[in-house]
């Protein structure tokens, strides 16, 4: 009788094969092959906690896989976001979160995902404050920072009484101002170019829509500029009344807008 196919497979001198099917299983499964969901969620938590966030990304996905339809699933998956984000892996963090609002709809922490998913999308990192003080919004992301705004804006509407809510207003006010920037650099950049009209009608955008940012006034002047450039005197001399009134002691009202001497970075290229 001849001998199983396989039975001795692993039995064989050259256990190459066998050891690289050994060392395909999974160590953290294996370890934590008979733990409850409760431990699993512990053990994770210490992780986070321990700022060993690749290890505490692993527990949390045993957990979910292991546990689908628990309680602590649910919340395994926002933590799941929040590693990510801490170990700044934006898309895998916005991934996470954006598959926990589609799953669980209605979960409590809804107004905590919501913070989180403007927090993975606004990146408040060194090199963005340094831009919210020089005023240079030319390589910002229009688009993240209006998601941004929009996952703030949700907090605060549909839970007014978070405890994320006061924060979420005071960065929805930095994301106005950087929004407001980032049109100004392109009215910036159309005048430059000698696109008047486009400058004009770019910069009338801030002065409708971002009219309490600080790009106001400049925008005026733009504005004045562009229409003087398009033999358009009468919205010129309009602009120039509304910049006088709301902006008495503007430099634009005795000097025109200039590019001259603008830093580079206040273009796009």
Same mark, same amino acid.
């Given at each position: 009788?001849?001998?199983?196919?396989?039975?001795?497979?692993?039995?064989?001198?050259?256990?190459?094969?066998?050891?690289?099917?050994?060392?395909?299983?999974?160590?953290?499964?294996?370890?934590?092959?008979? #733990?409850?969901?409760?431990?699993?969620?512990?053990?994770?938590?210490?992780?986070?906690?321990?700022?060993?966030?690749?290890?505490?990304?692993?527990?949390?996905?045993?957990?979910?896989?292991?546990?689908?339809?628990?309680?602590?699933?649910?919340?395994?998956?926002?933590?799941?976001?929040?590693?990510?984000?801490?170990?700044?892996?934006? +898309?895998?963090?916005?991934?996470?979160?954006?598959?926990? /609002?589609?799953?669980?709809? /209605?979960?409590?922490?809804?107004?905590?995902?919501?913070?989180?998913?403007?927090?993975?999308? !606004?990146?408040?990192?060194?090199? !963005?404050?340094?831009?919210?003080?020089?005023?240079?919004?030319?390589?910002?992301?229009?688009?993240?920072?209006?998601?941004?705004?929009?996952? !703030?804006?949700?907090?605060?509407?549909?839970?007014?009484?978070?405890?994320?809510?006061?924060?979420?207003?005071?960065?929805?006010?930095?994301?106005?101002?950087?929004?407001?920037?980032? /049109?100004?650099?392109?009215?910036?950049?159309?005048?430059?170019?000698?696109?008047?009209?486009?400058?004009?009608?770019?910069?009338?955008?801030?002065?409708?829509?971002?009219?309490?940012?600080?790009?106001?006034? +400049?925008?005026?002047?733009?504005? +004045?500029?562009?229409?003087?450039?398009?033999?358009?005197?009468?919205?010129?001399?309009?602009?120039?009344?509304?910049?006088?009134?709301?902006?008495?002691?503007?430099?634009?009202?005795?000097?025109? #807008?200039?590019?001259?001497?603008?830093?580079? #970075?206040?273009? #796009?290229?």
């Amino acid at each position: 009788m001849g001998t199983p196919v396989g039975l001795y497979r692993c039995r064989q001198p050259a256990v190459g094969a066998c050891a690289r099917n050994k060392g395909t299983v999974d160590k953290e499964a294996q370890i934590t092959e008979d #733990w409850t969901v409760n431990q699993l969620y512990t053990e994770a938590q210490d992780e986070l906690n321990s700022n060993n966030y690749t290890r505490a990304i692993k527990l949390y996905e045993l957990l979910t896989s292991r546990f689908p339809n628990d309680i602590y699933s649910q919340q395994a998956l926002l933590d799941t976001a929040y590693a990510h984000y801490k170990d700044d892996e934006q +898309e895998k963090a916005l991934a996470a979160v954006e598959r926990f /609002q589609r799953m669980h709809p /209605q979960h409590p922490s809804m107004d905590y995902a919501l913070y989180l998913k403007g927090l993975i999308l !606004f990146n408040e990192d060194q090199s !963005f404050l340094n831009k919210l003080a020089s005023q240079d919004w030319s390589d910002r992301d229009p688009k993240a920072n209006e998601e941004a705004y929009q996952a !703030f804006s949700d907090v605060v509407r549909r839970f007014p009484d978070s405890k994320y809510a006061a924060d979420s207003s005071v960065r929805m006010a930095k994301l106005v101002e950087a929004l407001g920037g980032n /049109q100004m650099a392109v009215a910036r950049y159309y005048m430059k170019r000698g696109a008047y009209l486009a400058a004009a009608n770019r910069a009338q955008k801030i002065v409708s829509e971002y009219q309490n940012t600080i790009f106001v006034e +400049e925008s005026l002047a733009i504005m +004045e500029l562009a229409y003087q450039r398009l033999e358009q005197p009468k919205l010129a001399e309009d602009t120039r009344r509304i910049l006088q009134q709301n902006f008495p002691d503007s430099p634009y009202l005795t000097k025109s #807008w200039q590019s001259e001497g603008m830093p580079w #970075w206040r273009y #796009w290229k």
